[in-house]
């Protein structure tokens, strides 16, 4: 199984990044994904989840509102849209997949998750 996360970067405050996870080795449809971030010195956060149907999403309450997770199983790929991004949306990036049978449930602690991916940086700075 491999998750590969990509599209972090250097953005100024108030602008945006459209970050991707392409998984591959697994049943795409079977899989709950999540979205974290982990600042330097900090936990490794929740930030956003999404079912496995895609019907079902919840996000942490500092991006809800700026942030979308979605999901295209026939691409086998997890998006999440960051919109209006702030100096302390600054860390690296992470999707993680989680095996479930619940079509309609999503997760939120790291630890509940199988598969993780290797993280991208997202750095806002002007």
């Known amino acids: 199984v491999q998750l590969q996360a990509s599209g972090g970067g250097l953005v100024q405050p108030g602008g945006s990044l459209r970050l991707s996870c392409a998984a591959s080795?697994?049943?795409?449809?079977?899989?709950?994904m999540g979205w974290f971030r982990q600042a330097p010195g900090k936990e490794r956060e929740f930030v956003a989840a999404?079912?496995?149907?895609?019907?079902?999403?919840h996000y942490s309450d500092s991006v809800k509102g700026r942030f979308t997770i979605s999901r295209d199983n026939a691409e086998i790929l997890s998006v999440l849209e960051m919109n209006s991004l702030r100096p302390e949306d600054t860390a690296v990036y992470y999707c993680?997949?989680?095996?479930?049978?619940?079509?309609?449930?999503?997760?939120?602690?790291?630890?509940?998750?199988?598969?993780w991916g290797q993280g991208t940086q997202v750095t806002v700075s002007s």
């Open positions: 993680a997949a989680k095996r479930t049978a619940f079509t309609g449930d999503y997760y939120l602690s790291r630890r509940e998750y199988d598969y």
């Open positions: 999404i079912s496995w149907s895609g019907a079902n999403t």
């Open positions: 080795g697994l049943t795409f449809e079977d899989y709950a």
